[in-house]
């Protein structure tokens, strides 16, 4: 499948802990994407990691990228109850200029 | 508009009848994207628009499914003769120039075909 797979599937933490998510592809890839869902509404861009580029942050998200293992991680620090969300990585289609193919994402709950 | 905006919020249908999704994408974007969600998974890619064209709809399920943006701002994803399974939130997203790059999700549609 051409698709990211997300790990853990469900990730419950308490307020103040950190958060790792992690996303294994197939292909080459010229970039990698996390997105942030909330229940009932649409996905929200987290941050965009180029093929070049080994680590990324954004706030309280880490991104980092490993094209040899074909593998992503999101970090979220310092988790708060407002991260409760799902979590999807999105990677670009095999064919040169089309969609971004999401995986089945991380759902992650944070209570206080 | 500030943000890509869907209609309607929610949609029921009786099976076997004919619905029409809309999507308003940012103002100026060049592409827009339809992806279908069922509950519980991510995103299935549909299709994809650059300005009018559509230039790849090897997502779209069946030929029951149809999407059109004709002068390239406003598209309408419309299912004939809907059936159960065609239940699912409905969303659109665009870009502002080159695929792959950020989209900008509207909050979706969410279809039930009783």
């Known amino acids: 499948s051409q698709q990211g797979e997300e790990d853990p599937q469900a990730l419950s933490i308490q307020e103040g802990e950190n958060a790792t998510m992690n996303c294994s592809y197939k292909?080459?890839?010229?970039?990698l994407q996390w997105y942030r869902q909330n229940s009932g509404r649409g996905l929200v861009h987290l941050i965009l990691i180029r093929s070049n580029e080994r680590e990324k942050h954004s706030g309280r998200l880490r991104v980092t990228l490993d094209t040899s293992k074909k593998s992503s991680s999101l970090l979220i620090t310092a988790s708060r109850a407002a991260d409760t969300a799902s979590y999807f990585c999105?990677?670009?289609?095999?064919?040169?200029?089309?969609?971004?193919?999401f995986g089945k994402g991380t759902t992650l709950s944070v209570s206080s | 508009g500030a943000g890509v905006s869907q209609s309607p919020r929610y949609k029921v249908a009786k099976r076997g009848q004919d619905v029409a999704l809309r999507c308003d994408p940012i103002s100026g974007h060049v592409s827009l994207f339809w992806y279908q969600q069922a509950l519980g998974q991510g995103p299935e890619f549909l299709t994809y628009f650059q300005n009018e064209a559509q230039l790849d709809k090897s997502g779209l399920p069946s030929d029951r499914f149809f999407a059109e943006r004709p002068e390239g701002s406003v598209s309408t994803l419309k299912i004939q003769r809907t059936q159960q399974e065609d239940s699912a939130v409905y969303l659109c997203?665009?870009?502002?120039?080159?695929?792959?790059?950020?989209?900008?999700f509207g909050s979706g549609t969410q279809l039930s075909v009783l």
């Open positions: 997203a665009s870009s502002l120039l080159l695929q792959n790059e950020k989209l900008f």
């Open positions: 999105a990677i670009p289609t095999r064919m040169a200029g089309t969609a971004l193919i």
């Open positions: 292909t080459s890839i010229n970039n």
